[in-house]
């Protein structure tokens, strides 16, 4: 037997509802594979301070480290809204990701042809479905760099800064990637203007000699935003920085429909962590209508990135399909004439079509 040790972090707001349904969904994956799956439970997030003053117990940091991968549910809401920065539930992320060394963020920008009506692009754009893979680098660039006020002056700086080593991580984990996609890579940066973008394509030229496979191109982050909803079929993996990533991935993440259809990974370190993109939605929270579904494709994720399950991970893709073309939705993706389930239905539905 094949044991994999999971911590599991619900959160908070629909963090328990939507991991409830991920856990169901593992189990099932039990039943059909040689796998065993130990989940502990572990907090934080707001609920982590209520109980203990700190959104990311130390206690947590280091079952996380332990672990052989990390399930998120979502972290916040507004009964902490009010708490000054380093101790919001926000906080626990960036602690998570910096503690765990989790460099690489990859976020499926994925819109389901059953869904496709609710791609806010016209038909003729968008085809069928979409499909584009976006590598965020996530523990450096201009949001860890070094930064301050001078009083002086009255002025505020932030520096955006890459080594090599840096870029040629990030850069390798999206080639791999593309291998086995359309082996087609988008290095999306600001060269024109950046010294650091400079870096960065200097060593996406090295990097790219070891996978004479993969058509690579460049683009100035100005033009990615405006190709992104002009012709986003021309994409299949963009590797991009920690902030043009954070605010590209929004963005094509709207072309999906829905926030709650949407998965991610952040690998790197030696172990991942798994989330949906969405937040706490604090509006539905317990009450049985969150759509668990970017949750529970995030667990495929897992499977295939962390234990190299590319089968059971495609069971899972496949059983949410199966959900989605038989006309189950919850609220966020309804549209006339489906049938409308609660979040539990959902998981149900989908971990019964896994065989
Ligand atoms: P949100 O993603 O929580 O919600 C935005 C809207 O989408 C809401 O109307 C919500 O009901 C809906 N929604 C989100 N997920 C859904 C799902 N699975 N099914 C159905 N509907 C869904 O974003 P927000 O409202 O800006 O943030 C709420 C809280 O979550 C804030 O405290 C924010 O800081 C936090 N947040 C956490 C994370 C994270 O934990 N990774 C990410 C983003 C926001």
Redesign the pocket.
């Known amino acids: 037997m094949n044991t994999k040790n999971i911590v599991v972090i619900e959160?908070d707001?629909?963090g328990p509802d939507?991991v409830a349904e991920s856990i169901k969904v593992l189990r099932k994956i039990e039943e059909i594979s040689d796998i065993k799956f130990n989940f502990s439970y572990y907090e934080a997030g707001g609920i982590a301070i209520d109980k203990y003053g700190n959104p990311l117990p130390k206690e947590t940091l280091d079952a996380c480290k332990k672990a052989d991968a990390v399930i998120l549910g979502?972290?916040?809401?507004p009964k902490w809204?009010d708490l000054e920065g380093n101790k919001r539930?926000?906080k626990a992320?960036l602690g998570l990701r910096g503690g765990l060394g989790l460099f690489a963020n990859l976020r499926p920008a994925i819109l389901h042809r059953q869904l496709k009506d609710a791609c806010p692009l016209k038909e003729k754009i968008i085809g069928d479905s979409l499909d584009i893979m976006i590598v965020r680098e996530l523990t450096s660039g201009i949001y860890f760099g070094k930064r301050g006020r001078n009083v002086a002056d009255k002025s505020a700086y932030d520096t955006m800064y890459y080594n090599e080593e840096e870029i040629e991580r990030i850069l390798r984990v999206g080639f791999d990637i593309s291998l086995s996609r359309d082996k087609k890579v988008c290095v999306v940066d600001k060269a024109n203007i950046l010294e650091s973008s400079r870096l960065w394509r200097e060593v996406t030229k090295r990097v790219a000699k070891d996978y004479s496979d993969v058509e690579y191109t460049f683009l100035y982050v100005d033009n990615a935003a405006m190709q992104l909803v002009r012709n986003p079929k021309q994409f299949d993996v963009i590797i991009t920085s920690n902030m043009f990533g954070d605010i590209l991935s929004d963005e094509a993440s709207m072309l999906t429909g829905s926030?709650?259809m949407l998965p991610s990974a952040s690998i790197g370190g030696n172990n991942a962590l798994y989330?949906?993109i969405?937040?706490?939605?604090?509006?539905?929270a317990g009450q049985d209508?969150?759509?668990p579904i970017?949750t529970i494709l995030s667990m495929a994720m897992m499977l295939r990135h962390s234990f190299g399950m590319e089968k059971e991970a495609q069971k899972v893709e496949k059983a949410v399909d199966r959900a989605l073309t038989e006309g189950y939705r919850?609220?966020?993706i309804f549209s006339k004439g489906m049938k409308l389930v609660g979040t539990k239905e959902m998981g149900n539905i989908i971990a019964n079509y896994i065989k």
């Not at 979502?74 to 809401?77: E, H, I, K, Q, Y």
């Not at 969405?278 to 539905?284: K, N, Q, R």
Request: no cysteine; hydrophobic share 35%; charged share 20%.
């Open positions: 959160g707001g629909i939507i979502a972290v916040g809401g809204d539930p926000e992320l926030i709650g989330e949906p969405h937040g706490s939605a604090p509006d539905i209508k969150a759509n970017a919850t609220g966020d």
